[in-house]
């Protein structure tokens, strides 16, 4: 139990162009996701947490006008990276956690690399 | 600012070992800690919990142990295997918050043959 799938799990992109990631619990509802990014030989840096049905909640220094996040049901949540530059390049990894629970479960990842 | 951070960044033990990776935290009011796994170019896999109101924890081959007092948290892997190198994250959080996970910076595990 408790999967969190990520798809696609790897997006190569030209500068300047959207990309969307999904992030999707196979087997339980997430009342909440969170969103992070990581960058090699780094621990992992939190952007944004979404409640289902409600705006996203942004860390500082997060853009929330060039990194969409949508959760529009308790089982999907996605991230839109906007006109994305290469220094938005690097792994980024959803988790998902039930209500009523603290554990959050993580997605396997997705590697974009802006060109 | 308060944050989760990890004694060593790198450790090496013969297969078959035990392995002890250490974990400080400095959030007083944290309750609630998991340790991950995560494994080269994947998301982190949980790997054990442990609450505030308990000290030590046991899952299969592996052990939290919790020093509320000192804010130490410890993870012990018992026999270690190959399939076990990879970086092990601890990491925090407050009893209803919402929010997040606090992670430390990460210790790198590489058993070797």
């Known amino acids: 139990g408790a999967v969190v799938s990520q798809h696609p799990s790897r997006v190569i992109c030209k500068s300047g162009t959207s990309v969307k990631i999904e992030c999707r619990s196979l087997?339980?509802?997430?009342?909440?996701m969170f969103w992070y990014r990581q960058f090699p030989k780094q621990s992992l840096m939190l952007m944004a947490t979404s409640n289902e049905g409600s705006k996203a909640t942004y860390e500082q220094g997060v853009e929330k006008d060039k990194f969409l996040i949508n959760h529009a049901s308790l089982t999907l949540s996605t991230l839109t990276v906007t006109s994305a530059h290469p220094e938005d390049s690097s792994f980024y990894i959803c988790s998902a956690k039930g209500q009523g629970t603290d554990t959050q479960y993580f997605g396997p990842g997705t590697r974009l690399t802006v060109l | 600012g308060e944050s989760v951070g990890l004694h060593l960044p790198t450790l090496s033990v013969q297969e078959g070992d035990n392995s002890i990776i250490n974990c400080a935290y400095s959030n007083s009011a944290s309750d609630y800690f998991i340790w991950y796994k995560q494994e080269s170019g994947k998301g982190p896999q949980f790997i054990i919990d442990i609450r505030s109101n308990m000290d030590k924890r046991q899952g299969q081959r592996v052990t939290v142990l919790l020093n509320k007092t000192v804010k130490h948290l410890s993870l012990q892997i018992a026999a270690t295997q190959p399939g076990d190198s990879a970086v092990y994250f601890c990491?925090?959080?407050?009893?209803?918050?919402?929010?997040?996970?606090?992670f430390g910076s990460g210790t790198q595990l590489t058993v070797l043959p």
């Open positions: 990491a925090e959080n407050m009893r209803g918050s919402a929010r997040q996970l606090t």
């Open positions: 087997d339980f509802q997430a009342t909440t």
